[in-house]
């Protein structure tokens, strides 16, 4: 238990001696600063003497600025880093409306202001009231939520709040009983829990006893009375086990070791008792000594020894070593028969077992700056994390299925955000509003329409950030829109919101879902500029037997349109063979936006010189054909260019097969053309766009018409493929104001008309 003096060094004056203490203080803690820790103290103490306190006259007028002090000792015992032990020291000052946090965060440091504020914040669980002030489990659980969410990103954060609800449980001796209820119900509901769940067994114990005094008075009394009854007789059968013990280790040549008797805690007792059906003197485990020890092996060695020299007691064994328990303590327990044939509980565990069992989560604490040899980020999440949110969740109760997913995904790829309610949702860190949605109600999702984020409207596609508020704007009826399943436009990042929205589509009538697939299908073939594909082969490449089962798989959200662009693409590289020509060779061409001989395949002909031709700019996976010049190899055309067609009635001799090869070049130009309906900054929200996606951009040239007010920009991107070109369409689709956007056919005119605003 952490042993926290009372009699805190005064001076002549009958004030605490700051010098003093601080030297004390540093018994446990080396301070990084010691004069900036004297200032906070020195700030704390005349800030104190500005409270009135008049409905707590059990409170002595600088009650405020001596628990600080003694919320600093505790921490100091748990190992803490000074920054916690100033932010615990103003809190109460803090709180108390004495000074802000912005002024603790000018004077001090950021970092201090920082924890003070995530200590402020979890104080809505302190505005808990009794059970008879109507206070229900539900509100409760809402205030456990916030609180939850403070703790993620600062463990030191909870640490101070325990601190302080430990010397507010032990201050309240003197006051009224309604106030003693009411801080142990919290406590004992809310953090000895928690404290048992960071594993600092040291603080559990106490605030449980302490909570367990106030609450079940009756009870309390009786087990201590007859602890005390039998304190003379225990302590000296406990002296003469731990020598005997002592003896037999040093015989086995363990000389580094450590046996003392271990106090058995009151409400453990009574806690036992209650599940047994036991009276108080057939609890067993009253008389319990404990055996530290170097070596992990050494538990064993000892657990023989003890074990050869007594009779075990059945069924009374546990390795928790082998098989920690959740919150990461290791020991062996086992029970034996000890001296006048009186049952005797034994705990044998390593120095450092002892010191993760006494302060948890504290036993691993790294200063800033310093790293702890062997200690893995894993391990550090796994501490910090698991024990912060997962394991202490089971304690208090359900936080509507918190541990979805965490076995794969630990706290820093999580986020927890608020429903107008108070309820706190946890969600992938990428999360948009509809996978909050979704999470929150199917139905919620599927009539989802817009979002708000702490009050403001934010678009659909907005990644939501931890401890923010979400609305959710639905509509009477209606259901999800098929742009949600694009996973290019940004909508949906979760495979839950997915899965919901792609069933209600299943759900769909089967000519609907073909007709919207079909709709979806001849705009993306469109807007790419395909014509004559062969939807049979088509289908069949996407694993469906016709094309209507593809345009239902599309409808429905099975099917996704970039794994159609992506067959697609496969498709167009399928040619028949040809006759083969002679052997031209040449030195391939190296330049951006120029075939190589890895890029364009001459059938019947190994290396070839070749070139992209301008007039129709084809993109792999489209159909080509190749255009013999006279010193610059060969030309390659799209198949249905205007200028090859000419071209194969004029001299046809000179036009050959070719196809894609196996490596494409990393870029391809091809123009697009955007319209939209003109306005201020269009030109300058597309080249954002494009510059957010990675895509060169070779040219632009934009116009608009000043009759009907659209702009029609042209512009010669580069990209890798019909899917990637897709995904942009997409994206652009999204932008305001735009009408429609489209690849451009070979020989097309422009418009005329002014130049839009940028």
């Known amino acids: ?49 500005k409270v009135e306190q ?28 000074q920054p916690a032990l100033e932010a615990a020291v103003l809190y109460r000052a803090v709180r108390e409306g004495l000074i802000s946090c912005e002024a603790v965060g000018r004077r001090f440091g950021r970092e201090v202001a920082q924890l003070v504020d ?37 463990v030191r954060v909870a640490l101070i709040k325990i601190a302080e609800r430990t010397c507010a449980l032990r201050q309240v001796k003197h006051a009224p009983r309604e106030k003693q209820q009411q801080v142990a119900r919290e406590v004992f509901d809310i953090y000895a829990p928690l404290a048992h769940r960071l594993g600092i067994g040291q603080i559990k114990w106490e605030l449980e006893d302490l909570s367990f005094r106030y609450l079940q008075e009756a009870d309390y009394k009786t087990i201590a009375r007859q602890l005390a009854e039998k304190r003379v007789d225990r302590d000296r059968y406990i002296n003469d086990v731990v020598e005997i013990i002592k003896g037999i280790l040093v015989a086995q040549g363990i000389f580094r070791h450590d046996v003392s008797g271990r106090a058995k805690h009151i409400y453990s007792i009574w806690r036992k008792m209650k599940r047994k059906g036991i009276d108080f003197s057939q609890v067993n485990d009253v008389r319990a000594v404990r055996i530290l020890v ?57 120095f450092a077992m002892h010191d993760e069992a006494e302060l948890g989560v504290c036993a691993h604490w790294r200063y800033k700056g310093h790293d702890t040899a062997g200690k893995s980020n894993s391990y550090e999440e796994k501490i910090s994390w698991l024990r912060q949110v997962l394991e202490w969740q089971d304690e208090v109760g359900d936080f509507g299925d918190l541990r979805e ?47 708000k984020v702490d009050g403001r409207i934010v678009p659909l596609t907005y990644q939501l950030k931890t401890g923010a508020q979400v609305e959710i704007l639905t509509a009477s009826k209606g259901g999800p829109s098929r742009d949600w ?36 299908f001849e705009r993306e073939m469109r807007r790419l500029d395909i014509e004559d594909m062969d939807l049979e082969t088509l289908a069949r490449k996407v694993n469906y037997q016709t094309p209507d089962d593809m345009y239902a798989a599309l409808g429905a959200g099975d ?43 001459v059938l019947g002909v190994g290396n070839l010189k070749t070139s992209m031709a ?137 418009g005329k008309g002014r130049r839009s605003k940028a």
Request: contains cysteine; charged residues 25%.
């Open 1 to 49: 238990m952490v042993k926290v003096r009372d009699d805190q060094p005064l001076t002549a004056a009958g004030d605490v001696d700051i010098g003093h203490w601080l030297e004390r203080l540093q018994e446990n803690v080396q301070l990084r600063d010691p004069q900036q820790m004297r200032e906070v103290c020195e700030l704390a103490k005349q800030l104190s003497l």
């Open 405 to 451: 997913g965490l076995s794969s995904d630990v706290a820093p790829d999580r986020i927890y955000v608020f429903t107008p309610d108070g309820h706190v949702i946890d969600l992938p860190r990428v999360a948009t509003p509809i996978d909050f949605a979704y999470r929150v109600h199917t139905e919620v999702g599927h009539r989802c329409r817009g979002a």
């Open 485 to 520: 399943l694009n996973p290019n436009l940004g909508y949906v990042r979760t495979s839950r919101a997915r899965a919901k929205i792609q069933a209600w589509f299943k759900h769909q009538a089967r000519e609907q879902n073909v007709e919207e697939g079909r709709v979806l």
């Open 294 to 350: 170097p070596e992990m092996a050494d538990c064993y060695t000892v657990l023989g020894l003890v074990h050869s020299r007594w009779m075990h007691v059945p069924d009374e064994f546990d390795d928790y070593i082998a098989n920690p328990k959740k919150n990461g303590y290791q020991s062996l327990h086992t029970a034996v028969l000890g001296p006048e044939n009186k049952v005797l509980e034994i705990q044998i565990r390593t």
């Open 559 to 601: 099917l996704r349109i970039g794994q159609v662009l992506h067959h697609a693409q496969q498709l167009f590289g399928e040619t028949d063979d040809q006759e083969q020509l002679d052997r031209l060779l040449a030195k391939p061409r190296r330049d951006q936006g120029k075939g190589t001989a890895t890029d364009i395949t």
């Open 614 to 750: 301008n007039c129709c700019l084809p993109v792999p996976g489209e159909a080509i054909v190749g255009f013999i010049t006279q010193g610059r190899g060969v030309t390659v055309h799209r198949q249905d260019c205007s200028n090859i067609l000419q071209l194969r009635l004029d001299e046809p001799q000179r036009v050959i097969e070719v196809e894609w090869g196996e490596r494409a070049l990393t870029r391809y130009p091809v123009e697009i053309e955007i319209q939209a309906w003109d306005r201020s900054g269009l030109l300058r929200d597309v080249t954002n766009l494009l510059g957010n996606e990675k895509v060169n951009v070779l040219a632009v040239n934009t116009l608009t018409d000043t009759r009907d007010g659209i702009a029609r920009m042209r512009i010669t991107v580069e990209v890798d493929g019909l899917e990637t070109l897709g995904r942009l369409f997409s994206r652009i689709q999204q932008l305001s104001n735009v009408i429609e956007v489209q690849r451009l056919r070979s020989g097309s005119k422009g």
């Open 118 to 154: 995530g200590v402020l914040q979890m104080a809505a669980i302190s505005n808990l009231q009794p059970p008879s002030s109507g206070l229900t489990q539900h509100d409760q659980q809402d205030n456990l939520r916030k609180m939850l969410v403070t703790m993620i990103d600062d």
């Open 54 to 81: 008049p409905h707590k006259v059990w409170l002595p007028t600088d009650a405020g600025y001596r628990m600080g002090l003694k919320m600093a000792d505790i921490l100091a015992q748990l190992k803490l880093d």
